[in-house]
């Protein structure tokens, strides 16, 4: 959340010197994210980030506190001049009775009022608009003012429209529908904080906006001034449900000093006087059931020095924290705090107070130091990244582009059950709905979202979701790709795997007619499940991988084979054989026939022909052409007895 | 004899330049050289010259032949280079080259191996966690209250019927924070130096958000870690990734797991932390870090008394966009996978 202020404004409570790129700095460095500094007529506006545990910033007041602490620990002069007000002498007369549901409202300040309407004077006017704030009159003016600078959101009802002996503050039921001020309906969802009037009215939204029959008009005489410090959870569900996010409602949904309802309520009544000739003609209404617990904290300085990293001086440590508030003491070695009260909400253990004297100190003035390792912790640096790393460079090199697209898919793109999904409760569109089970189907869309290209070969790596009972789902990796290309052959797919596989030291791959409906293989490794080439068209090929099982048998053992002392004898044997034997099948018959047989591998194949290449080796001597004319003959019998192949 | 030595060196020069190719010359190289060439022959006549004047002979004979051999390796590699010009006169080198296929990867996936390569340089391990997770690993072990805004259904995701008794809602994980009592618990004890780089997921989408985004979260817990060392390791980084000349710095923050907490920015590489247009006032914003808050180490089985951390978890989009300045008006074109995008990287 952002606040605006006048550099005229805050310097209302600081005196100092230093200019305001010099504030604006050093709030940034040990305070707040002072994010611009603009010009405004002879004026700066400082256009200020207030992190939401620091409700107390969003207020004049306490960027005045900030301010002047963190010049002082720079060596700038500055003094904090907080605001006099002064306790009320008032009338005993009882003109409204409160009923208050300590629940849901903390503190409870108002008085009435008998006022001018009439515009606010050009100062405070600039200072509402410059801080984003509309100025309406001074009667509303005020209010916005009042919760500038103090930090404490105010109300004011026309006393006279509310019309009621006694104001009851209850939660909404569902179904009741309020007219907000600027003329919108909303029909609530019950559990909103309300105040109705004695016939049971709503005649305000509390924390969030003020309603339209018991705002000020241009006739009203008389006003109740009202500050509620509310249960903060009630004002954000209601605020986010209703879509009514005023700056309030903002404010209001955090932790807010209950304190300063009473300052709030002082200082709005001394600037009604000023401004709208008002005078106070009740009682002042007080009702306070949830009082502050006063809490203490103890710190020592070792420990204070241990978690910031550098010596800390004491005596400085003890003058930040007064300036900020806190009353501090130091004695056997410990720094004790007393936390004020608009820092309950936020400062609660020792580490807190380490922040405190930490930033005002400057983090700036701290060395950059690089942890030392304590203990030998070896790096596994053929790990599942690496291996992933060195596949997605492998096919880039071979010409994929690799896409990223969303784990969560549609029904459309869902593959297999819906009731088998992990499926979003609170999607934000129809298009993120399950978390998907397969890759292929969002890589297929990618191939059609982009028709205009004829060729495409993508690849993605990421996780699959499987849904398990009463536990969280299996996030497995997956590997999948596409081609799209004129004529795509299978063997392109499958030299790819082979190759990867090859690459990451997998043995025992092996390629089977594909078990599901439709053309391609599916993959083992060993007896293990690894995926599938699918061709879905004679262009459009995908497979997709187990990737989780391919890098639990990744490996980079190597092994040597001593190298061969005599020349191989290479030469090729073509056959005709029916096409429905699995090349597979004849290399594993024609490999058994003799241990010199090296390697055998499918050269060629057409129609019911296939020529196999054949390497014969022998490590203990030279082999002559009458060895291997032996072992051929016997590789043709076997292929005759057991194929009825023939050699051509 | 020493006026034929010096004919015969003459002529054999003259021979050489007339030399129109390899064979030529080689023929002429016969022609004096070889065992019946002419200086070969000449130089036999020594036997007939008187003793005396051997040595002399001797000398002169040796410079002819240097000579002559010489000017037929000049030659030679003059019309060596003359042969291979006539080919190379077809060349036209402005003619585009047979390229080896090239694809692309993501961007995103360039950014995690760079992140990658300079954390693992200072010691930090690579892991993974689950991206559905527990509430506790994402919020409530991370000292979330019950009532914090990121609990909300409108800002994280929520999977349908998954509520554990202890574990509470099952969600995707907002952020790679709950990789943190992940790792606590699979170590068990310190020393940690975590890099968990990993797709977060948050119920928002407009220019600047996607809801499906990456984070790298760093850990590490050990005995006297301080605000220094977390000081040292974003400078390392931001020096690294950003280059030597950008300074990084640390700001008060709030963040529920870290205490203190912090907002790390990085000086405008365009003014170099001067102020401009592009930056706010000489500096960028890059993402949240802080000392691991009490609650937390307590809630990953770590004695807060005896050991003290720092984390911190940045975007990989957000460090990459500012480190390329890449004009990108919608970071949700990362994953539309158009390809005339991707192939551009």
């Known amino acids: 959340m952002n606040i605006k202020i006048l550099d005229s404004w805050l310097r209302e409570y600081v005196k100092t010197k230093a200019t305001p790129e010099k504030i604006g700095e050093l709030l940034s460095l040990s305070s707040v994210s002072v994010e611009r500094i603009e010009k405004f007529g002879n004026d700066f506006t400082y256009d200020i980030e207030v992190t939401t545990n620091r409700p107390d910033l969003m207020s004049v007041i306490g960027i005045a506190r900030e301010t002047t602490t963190v010049l002082k620990q720079n060596g700038i002069e500055a003094e904090f001049l907080p605001p006099k007000l002064t306790q009320l002498q008032t009338p005993k007369k009882d003109l409204i009775k409160i009923e208050n549901d300590p629940k849901l409202v903390n503190r409870l300040c108002a008085a009435v009022m008998e006022v001018e309407i009439g515009d606010s004077p050009k100062e405070i006017k600039d200072r509402l608009e410059s801080s984003g704030t509309r100025s309406l009159n001074n009667l509303i ?40 001020l600027d003329e919108k309906t909303y029909t609530l969802n019950g559990g909103e904080i309300v105040a109705v009037n004695d016939k049971d009215e709503i005649i305000d939204l509390l924390g969030i906006m003020g309603l339209k029959n018991s705002v000020v008009t241009e006739k009203t005489k008389r006003i109740l001034f009202f500050i509620n410090n509310n249960e903060p959870n009630k004002i954000r569900k209601a605020s986010m449900s209703l879509g009514i996010r005023t700056e309030a409602a903002v404010v209001n949904e955090k932790n ?24 106070v003609i009740s009682d002042i209404i007080d009702i306070y059931p949830n009082k502050l617990r006063e809490k203490n904290i103890e710190v020592s300085l070792e420990k204070i020095n ?75 640096f053929a790990n599942e990244f690496y291996f992933e790393n060195k596949i997605k460079q492998a096919m880039k090199y071979w010409g994929f582009t690799e896409t990223y697209t969303y784990s969560m898919v549609s029904e459309e793109l869902l593959e297999g059950p819906l009731a088998e999904a992990v499926e979003i409760d609170n999607p934000l569109n129809e298009e993120f709905v399950y978390m998907r089970k397969t890759l292929v189907p969002s890589l297929l869309k990618v191939v059609s979202d982009n028709k205009s290209d004829e060729t495409i070969k993508i690849f993605e790596i990421a996780n699959i979701y499987n849904k398990r009972p009463n536990s969280l789902p299996e996030e497995i990796l997956s590997f999948a790709g596409v081609i799209k290309k004129e004529k795509i052959s299978f063997y392109e797919a499958k030299g790819i795997i082979e190759q990867l596989c090859f690459d990451s030291g997998i043995k025992k791959l092996s390629f089977r007619q594909s078990e599901k409906a439709g053309n391609g293989a599916s993959i083992y490794i060993n007896k293990d499940y690894l995926g599938e080439i699918e061709i879905l068209d004679t262009h459009l090929i995908d497979f997709e991988l187990n990737f989780a ?90 292929l005759q007895k057991q194929f009825k192949a023939s050699v051509r | 004899m020493e006026e034929d030595l010096i004919g015969i060196k003459n002529t054999a020069l003259s021979f050489i330049l007339e030399a129109e190719d390899l064979d030529n010359l080689e023929e002429t190289k016969l022609q004096f050289l070889g065992r019946s060439g002419k200086l070969t022959l000449a130089l036999k006549e020594i036997t007939k010259i008187p003793v005396e004047k051997r040595k002399e002979f001797g000398l002169l004979a040796n410079e002819v032949k240097q000579t002559i051999e010489d000017a037929i390796e000049n030659q030679k590699s003059k019309l060596k280079t003359q042969k291979l010009g006539r080919v190379v006169e077809k060349i036209d080198v402005t003619n585009p080259g047979i390229k080896p296929s090239l694809g692309h990867l993501h961007l995103v996936t360039q950014a995690i191996e760079e992140i990658t390569s300079i954390f693992e340089k200072i010691s ?16 409530e072990a991370l000292n979330f209250p ?25 969600l995707l994980t907002p952020h790679t924070s709950s990789g943190q009592i992940r790792e606590m618990e699979r170590k068990q004890k310190p020393p940690i130096r975590m890099l968990n780089i990993a797709k977060c997921y948050r119920r928002q989408s407009d220019v600047s958000h996607s809801p499906m985004f990456h984070q790298f979260e760093g850990l590490v817990i050990d005995k006297n870690i301080a605000i220094t060392h977390l000081k040292g390791t974003l400078d390392y980084f931001v020096k690294s990734w950003f280059g030597e000349k950008r300074e990084s710095r640390i700001r ?19 003014c170099l932390g001067k102020g401009c247009k592009l930056c706010k006032a000489g500096w960028l914003e890059m993402g949240g870090a802080g000392m691991v808050h009490p609650n937390v180490l307590r809630a990953g089985g770590i004695d807060p008394n005896k050991y003290t951390g720092f984390a911190f978890g940045w975007g990989v989009e957000r460090v990459l966009m500012m480190r390329e300045g890449l004009k990108i008006d919608d970071l949700r074109i990362l994953y539309s996978n158009n390809l005339e995008f991707l192939q551009q990287f």
């Not at chain 1, 959101?153 to 009621?164: E, G, K």
């Not at chain 1, 807010?256 to 005078?279: P, S, V």
């Not at chain 1, 003058?319 to 007393?338: C, P, R």
């Not at chain 2, 409108?154 to 554990?164: A, N, Q, R």
């Open chain 2, 252 to 270: 008060p923050y709030h963040f529920q797991f870290t205490e203190p907490s912090f907002e790390v920015d990085v000086s405008c590489g365009v």
């Open chain 2, 146 to 170: 019950d009532n914090h805004p990121a609990r909300d259904d409108w800002e994280t995701f929520f999977i349908k019927g998954g509520v554990d008794p202890k574990k509470g809602p099952m």
């Open chain 1, 141 to 180: 003016d005020v209010t916005n003012y009042v919760m500038k600078t103090i930090g404490h959101p105010t109300h004011v009802f026309d006393f006279d429209r509310l019309n009621t002996q006694v104001l009851t503050i209850r939660e909404a039921k569902k179904g009741e529908i309020i007219k907000t």
């Open chain 1, 549 to 638: 099982l391919l890098l639990k048998n990744a490996s980079i053992k190597k092994e040597y084979k001593p190298l061969g002392k005599f020349p191989p004898i290479v030469e090729d044997l073509s056959i005709t054989v029916d096409t429905n034997i699995k090349t597979e099948e004849l290399i594993t018959c024609i490999q058994s026939q003799s241990a010199l047989i090296t390697d055998v591998t499918l050269k060629d194949s057409y129609r019911d022909s296939r020529t196999f290449h054949i390497y014969y080796k022998d490590p203990e001597k030279n082999l002559t052409n009458e060895d291997v004319s032996k072992i051929r003959e016997k590789i043709i019998t076997s």
């Open chain 2, 124 to 139: 930090f391990e690579k892991l993974r966690y689950p991206e559905v997770e527990w509430d506790w690993y994402a919020f």
């Open chain 1, 256 to 279: 807010l000093d209950r304190e300063l309802a009473f300052d709030a309520l002082l200082y709005g009544i001394q600037l009604y006087k000023q401004i709208a000739k008002g005078e």
């Open chain 1, 306 to 380: 241990k978690i910031i990293g550098a010596e800390i001086d004491p005596e400085k440590a003890l003058e930040s924290l007064s300036a900020l508030g806190f009353k501090a003491t130091i004695g056997n070695g410990k720094i004790k705090v007393k936390v004020p009260s608009f820092r309950i909400g936020d400062v609660e253990i020792e580490e807190d107070v380490i922040e405190e004297i930490a930033r005002i100190y400057g983090y700036q003035n701290l060395p950059s130091v690089l942890p030392i390792q304590t203990q030998i912790i070896p790096h596994q």
